[in-house]
């Protein structure tokens, strides 16, 4: 038996499909909630602010409006109103009070000051490649892309290393780790003390950065047994926050100076590669090899009005939104072992694109200042 339910091809057949069900965009895709919650956050934070200014507005139209009778009449009527008088002023003194309880405290960068090793520290590009070479780890491949990163990678011929791996052969020990971050870190603070005339003492809180060198004690007790700080100091010690670990002491210290009024910050900013350096070969850990030398920074933050015109800048806002989160920016810079267990500090083909990423929306932290005079 022929099927009735075949149709000529040629005829064509017509198809009835259901109505699609219209569904609303993904308003993740095009608005970024960050910036919600940027904006509450901001009207919370400003929400006295925003409620006076129209009640002083409306306040200000109506005595515009009050003629010199008016005003008179006003005046007898609180004369003689003692309650009226008592209401208004404390008033005035509980609003002027609140306003100055929560306005936040200036902030100051009183000045800085960046280590400088000794010049036979000094490690050009012929000496980096020449103890590359004698280290006997690296094959012929990855000497030469050393040698290309290095020579694209901006640095000059006076940067400087720690003598552990100038010296033939290397001396790659805790004690000499401890002794390039005591080295690098006494020594911006000493420079720092001595421009600003601040006493060790005067010091109220201490933050000292070191993205991959974290000894017990820690880098923050040997500034404070060094100097010998005061006991009621709030020192803070941060650890494997990469690159940017400086502007997060800044954000800290900025935060704390907002409770201890009439106080210094000490901020102190280093890394260690004593016991950071990469003998392996693995391209994506050799390139921090080429990257990164002996440095850090101490810079000197005060709330003190006092300090104002002396002060080299004022910091005015910082802004920080961490997007560890995001597994592609969690993984960019990763700390691991190579096939062979050597120890370094991979770098993604990511990085570059979750760094300008990050800039483009804010996710790193932003510093505006301006100079104070």
């Not at 008088?85 to 000045?111: D, E, G, H, W």
């Amino acid at each position: 038996m022929e099927n009735t339910n075949n149709q000529n091809p040629q005829l064509g057949s017509a198809s009835i499909s259901p109505p699609q069900k219209k569904t609303l965009p993904n308003f993740l895709l095009s608005v970024h909630l960050k910036y919600v919650k940027l904006g509450y956050h901001y009207l919370i934070t400003h929400a006295i602010y925003l409620l006076l200014v129209p009640l002083l507005g409306v306040v200000f139209v109506n005595i515009s409006t009050l003629n010199a009778e008016d005003l008179g009449q006003l005046w007898d009527h609180l004369k003689f109103n003692l309650v009226t008088v008592v209401l208004c002023s404390t008033l005035i003194v509980f609003m002027a009070t609140l306003y100055f309880m929560r306005r936040p405290q200036k902030v100051y960068l009183v000045n800085f000051a960046c280590f400088k090793p000794q010049p036979d520290l000094i490690c050009p590009r012929e000496l980096f490649m020449e103890r590359s070479t004698i280290a006997g780890t690296f094959n012929e491949e990855n000497l030469a892309f050393q040698k290309k990163i290095f020579e694209r990678s901006g640095l000059g011929q006076k940067t400087y290393s720690p003598e552990a791996l100038l010296r033939i052969p290397h001396n790659l020990c805790m004690a000499e780790a401890r002794k390039e971050s005591e080295m690098v870190m006494f020594g911006a603070i000493d420079e720092l003390l001595e421009k600003t005339g601040v006493k060790a003492k005067d010091i109220g809180i201490l933050v000292v950065n070191c993205s991959l060198f974290n000894p017990t004690p820690s880098l923050s007790a040997m500034v404070v047994n060094h100097y010998k700080l005061r006991g009621n100091i709030l020192s803070y010690n941060l650890g494997g926050m990469g690159c940017s670990a400086g502007l997060i002491s800044i954000d800290l210290a900025k935060q704390l100076l907002q409770v201890q009024p009439n106080s210094y910050a000490l901020v102190v900013s280093t890394e260690n590669i004593t016991l950071n350096w990469y003998f392996g070969n693995n391209r994506s850990m050799l390139v921090t090899n080429c990257l990164f030398r002996m440095g850090g920074a101490a810079i000197l933050l005060s709330n003190r009005s006092s300090d104002r015109r002396r002060s080299k800048y004022q910091l005015i806002h910082t802004v920080r939104t961490l997007k560890g989160a995001d597994d592609k920016c969690y993984g960019c810079v990763f700390q691991e072992e190579d096939e062979n267990k050597n120890i370094g500090v991979a770098l993604s083909k990511d990085v570059m694109a979750v760094a300008g990423e990050a800039l483009k929306t804010k996710d790193v932290m932003a510093v505006a200042g301006e100079k104070s005079f």
